[in-house]
């Protein structure tokens, strides 16, 4: 008897960091186009995201998300680090076009 479980096996070998991220990012936009196609925004037309990892790219993910639509909140931050959590916020309140849709208070700012 042979036990062959090559058809069941990863032959791709280990997911770079990229694909990984490539792959989630293609899977979030399929759903927000479907979310979008069938009309499955929240009743109060605001959508709450939250940003984790105050970094370039964190930032820059936030500030996209703000721009890409004026129903986006920017409602929660977290970093490794308060310094720059608490930098990034003002950054963000100070340049941005909506900075009337930060609504990050202290009770929602996560450190660790």
């Known amino acids: ?3 062959d479980h090559t058809d069941s096996v990863n032959t ?3 997911v770079g960091r990229r694909q990984f991220v490539k792959a989630g990012a293609g899977a979030l936009a399929a759903t927000g186009l479907v979310g979008n196609v069938w009309g499955s925004t929240p009743a ?3 959508l709450k995201v939250g940003l984790v990892g105050c970094g370039g790219r964190g930032t ?3 500030e996209q998300a703000l721009n890409a639509d004026p129903g986006v909140i920017l409602w929660a931050m977290g970093d ?3 310094d720059r959590l608490v930098d990034r916020r ?3 309140l100070k340049n941005s076009p909506a900075a009337d849709r930060i609504m990050v208070p202290e009770s929602r700012q ?3």
Do not use: K, N, Q
């Open 1 to 3: 008897m042979s036990s």
């Open 12 to 14: 791709a070998g280990p």
């Open 44 to 46: 109060s037309g605001r």
């Open 60 to 62: 820059g993910a936030a």
């Open 80 to 82: 490794m680090y308060e």
């Open 90 to 92: 003002e950054h963000l």
């Open 110 to 112: 996560f450190v660790g």
